[in-house]
């Protein structure tokens, strides 16, 4: 449920580093809390974003939420696949359900973030 | 998913637990949201069959010899076409035309009338129903008395038929009847919330799991699923039917919102009943209308609606719509905006995005 390669938030996004291009998108708790996902609002590319930062919203039949940045960078890529099929997150949350890939400008802020074993504690333990 | 102790728990919490549902509070009421998922549960009503757990919607009885006055007062619809085992849509009005509640006015005899209200306002309806009753009638909040179970669907009567006695495939739209489901005691009507054909089933609170367990066993080759309230909330809004608390409330006429096919003036006096006459005569300012997203986004309960830049209303409900694939939603709007194809903008996190007043119900089963 939580790929070991990955590194997680708090607020249930992942980010998978490969080079300098870090692609984003929301952990499978995350899908399953929201339930079935109707709409996602994407970033502009060119866009520069903190740590933390809010970048896009995800609509579920119920609920609005918001998606914040792992680290800081630069959008470079949006999932356009996502504007018809954002049921994509719920089914691939971690392939075709990505949602931003960045250029990341610091990597050194990946420390801070969670690896699959700690993220998997934190979810059980609630997560929020 | 934390539910507090102090939440109210019906007599089927223990089965929405087995079928690992999301549990919510709802009006001070632990209440499954989901159980399988909102859109796939949505689709199963209208495919075949759904059952709801609504116990938590109140139950009054209005009875006495002057029972019939009491409800006409009350009320605008006129409950003296009703017949006994008859049902109808009404409210109780304030006195500027506005809903204290929308309920469901069932005639079990001449001196006695079965309502049924929305749960966050159980108690205060029978307050108020109290407070404007007429001599020769009484009041009794009979809340606890009974579960409720909603069976919708174009399966629904095959499936309650393999259950009951005396039949109720027969029964017609709006008409009730005391019955034997599964070998229990319980109150049959053909009504609902979702714009399907289908029943509410009223029981006992110890009876509604034996029900509830013989239901989803019955229907299991039909293909019926439990439904949460998060389907109930998509169904009931692609059928146009209103929600209080939402849609209106005691800030809005029955007029304003949509609602003028339950104001009978014509049956006599009732509380709201020259407020609406003149509101009538002089028009409305604003109307519920339905819309539709053209542009992507997903309007929600609260979010302003534009016109030329202005705000001019908001949106009272929003939803994706499961059965329609579109984004839809109801807005209490200017007349001057109100016409289908009318364009009005939602206004979603700051940013206008254009959507169309549309024909209503978006949802109309194939009779």
Redesign the interface.
Known sequence: MYPDNLKYTKDHEWIDLKGETGTIGVSHFAQKELGDVVFVELPEVGRRLKQGEEFGTIESVKAVSEVYCPVSGEVIEVNTALKDHPELVNQEPYGKGWIVRIRVSDPKELAGLMDAASYGGYVGQGGH | M?ASAALRKTPLNARHRALDARLVDFAGWEMP??YR????EHLAVRASAGLFDVSHMGEIVVRGPNALQAVQRLTPNDAGKLRDGQAQYSALTTPSGSPVDDVMVHRVAADQFFLCVNAANDDKDFSWIREHLVPGAQAEHVSEQYALMALQGPAASRILSLLTAPSVAALPAFSFVDARVAGRYARVARTGYTGEDGFEIYCSPDDAPAIWDALLDKGKHSGIEPIGL?AR??LRLEACLRLYGNDMDETTTLLEAGLGWVVKPDKGDFIGREALMKQKEAGTQRRLVGFEMVE???A?HGYPVAVGGQTVGQVTSG??A?SLRK?VGLAYVPAASSKVGDEIDIII?AKPVRARVARTPFYKREK
């Open positions: 934390t949201v989901q998922g909102v859109i796939e998060g909330d998509t992507r986004g997903v929600r939803t994706y499961p984004n996190r």
